[in-house]
């Protein structure tokens, strides 16, 4: 059992990694191969126009989600800077998603312990600062596996869930 300041303690700390996350986040000047990829792509499918030097970089053969993520984004009219924050909230979501898991299947110690786990992977730090879809498709694979698990006290679940993991696919495959 973890003690009401062990508790605090963790709270506060997983709040600074995340500040530090979204810091990372909003500095990225430097885009990997795969983010320009997904940003250009995006640029592409939705109404603005981009440059000739760049439509020798469009690559349909990338992963189609994130990129129809981005065009969305765009075409709805939020500015350039809001596609930075797609990792940024699937990690929100997915941080709170570790959480509910942990604590249904254990308890709220072992959620709150495993959400804290999860920010401080170097690995997931680097990435939920990226343009990318690793994130993204942990969370929705994640949920799947959530509702797989729902699933088996309302069936009806399990469908969401093959939904979920579907679009989990194509965010990655």
């Known amino acids: 059992m973890l003690t009401a300041t062990a508790k605090k303690v963790i709270i506060v700390l997983a709040a600074l990694q995340l500040f530090i996350i979204l810091f990372l986040s909003l500095q990225n000047q430097i885009y990997t191969w795969d983010e320009g990829s997904y940003i250009i792509n995006g640029l592409e499918l939705s109404k603005e126009k981009i440059s000739p030097v760049l439509e020798k970089y469009v690559a349909h053969e990338r ?8 065009a969305g984004m765009i075409n709805v009219g939020l500015p350039l800077i ?16 570790t959480y509910k898991m942990g604590m249904e299947f254990f308890n709220q110690d072992v959620g709150l312990v495993a959400s804290f786990i999860l920010i401080t992977i170097p690995t997931v730090i680097f990435l939920s600062a990226k343009v990318l879809t690793d994130i993204p498709s ?26 979920v993991g579907g679009i989990s696919v194509i965010m990655k495959a």
């Open 63 to 70: 992963h189609p989600l994130l990129s129809w993520i981005i």
């Open 138 to 163: 942990t969370l929705l694979f994640s949920f799947a596996l959530y509702l797989y698990y729902r699933g088996l006290e309302r069936p009806t679940n399990f469908l969401w869930g093959g939904l």
């Open 82 to 97: 809001s596609y930075k924050f797609i990792s940024f909230v699937s990690l929100l979501l997915l941080l709170l998603l």
